[in-house]
């Protein structure tokens, strides 16, 4: 098709006018939310996560907003990537916005979008992929809020940083764990850790002071082998089936508390069974006139931060009534260590923690509801940043979003998705202003 200088400029003109109507604020949302797609994009599921694509990107965006930036691979090929805003008094404990870059892996044909696409459903607005709420939605509104707040001139009296981790969705061990350890950490000088949350199906957001620590047993139960037909007493798996019995009373009895509302699901201890192992393998599966000596369980476990007499009391139920010696059981329990002092890992959520008020303080002024304390029922990089003795929150700010992390179709609403870059806008401006009283009181810094 041609056209004549004045249709062509009758055209321009025509979208020009266009884009005048829209308002400045739907542009600017638009590139908002392709950043968050390109993000989203960047396949990092493990086993074979692309960090290096997401490093490139993170790095372009500090570029943008010029912020420092630095990488760190305490492992090679995992990068670390660490952005900071100067504070203006970096004698003060700074801030560190943590996110990790990695996600689990999906099943892409049980997906109705394609989970590396990042798609906007027209009709309401969802955006689905892998990582949109575990968690490339923070790390990304980390980013966006800084782009805010530099845009209206705000300055920080104490430094922010941000760090986009690798491997949260294995353990963190060559990611948060190295970091939290180490020297430039220490030199960080942190007052304050912001990690992950768990998106609300409410209208509240949730906040996490502490998480459930992971667990892992596996019973074993011996007897004498005996023929397929023969009854008899202590074999290996009748000894089994007694503590798996045993096992799911105790479950029982916890997720009753949790379904009749008296604990919330971090405050139980949760017992799941992830293996049974027994039987005597044959070509074509398993023998089937013989009764095996052996047969093993497995088990994940979730305790909540409890004190040293009751992970004795927990330790004891498992001696006794899910392996007993008695029974010819054995067990073996792998456990990530509390610190050494015995004591439970947990930020503080009363009036003692500023923070904790400061937080609750902005959110609310963002507009956003919040609902109770909470315990993350699972695991984060918060806890290695716990264990350092460093305040640490849990927070992604999803409200009146089905909780779908590792799931199919896990979505983010971009209304939420942008709603969530005020409420840190809220939250960065009062915790980089916040000025600890001298006499003792705290006391909120003048807004700069
Ligand atoms: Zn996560």
Redesign the pocket.
Known sequence: MTMSFNGFHRLYYIISIALLLQPPSAIAGDSILSRFQQYLQINTSHPSPNYHQAADFILSQAKSLSLESRTIEFVKNKPLILLKWPGKNPDLPSILLNS?TDVVPVEPHKWSHPPFDATIDPENGNIYARGSQ??KCVGLQYLEAIRKLKDSKFEPLRTIYVSFVPD??IGGLDGAKRFANSKIFDEMNVGIVLD?GLASPEDKYRLFYAERRAMSLVIKATGAPGHGAKMYDNTAMENLLKSIESVRRFRASQFDLVKAGVKAEGEVISVNMVFLKAGTPSPTGFVMNLQPSEAQAGFDIRVPPIADHDQASLERRIAEEWAPASRNMTFEIRQFKQKDSGKPILTAYDSSNPWWTLIEEAIVKAKGKIGKPEIFPAS?DARYFRMKGVHAIGFSPMANTPIL?HDHNEFLNKEEYLKGIEVYESILKAFASFVEAKNGEDSLGDEL
């Open positions: 990790h575990d968690m949260e969705e992950e984060t992390l």
